[in-house]
Nanobody
Framework: QVQLVESGGGLVQPGGSLRLSCAAS????????MGWYRQAPGKQRELVAS??????SIADSVKGRFTISRDNAKNTVNLQMNNLNPEDTAVYYC???????????WGQGTQVTVSS
């Protein structure tokens, strides 16, 4: 089992920045994927970004504005979000996918609201 605790959400004006962090309760293999999803009201949950020790991926909608990083020593994954716009408003969820044993683990979600 892996517990994930997210932090860093909040209210920000358009053009502003936020940094989300997610801490895992145990060691995560660098080969396992850590990532961020988001779900806006009335919409499906979508992948924002994910990262392993081999590669990272960013959704086209946030490319150039968001950056994902991880600290394997601290078992954390971060999402730096710059130039936020109202369309980024959503609940952001941290997800870890482990290989051995296999499993998908989700955080409780953190609200990000972009509004003037």
């Amino acid at each position: 089992q892996v517990q994930l605790v997210e932090s860093g959400g909040g209210l920000v004006q358009p053009g502003g920045s936020l940094r989300l962090s997610c801490a895992a309760s145990r060691s995560i293999s660098p080969a396992d994927a850590m990532g961020w999803y988001r779900q806006a009201p009335g919409k499906q949950r979508e992948l924002v970004a994910s990262i392993t020790s081999f590669r990272s991926s960013i959704a086209d909608s946030v490319k150039g504005r968001f950056t994902i990083s991880r600290d394997n020593a601290k078992n954390t994954v971060n999402l730096q979000m710059n130039n936020l716009n109202p369309e980024d408003t959503a609940v952001y969820y941290c997800k870890v996918t482990t290989g051995r044993p296999s499993g998908d683990y989700w955080g409780q979600g953190t609200q990000v609201t972009v509004s003037s």
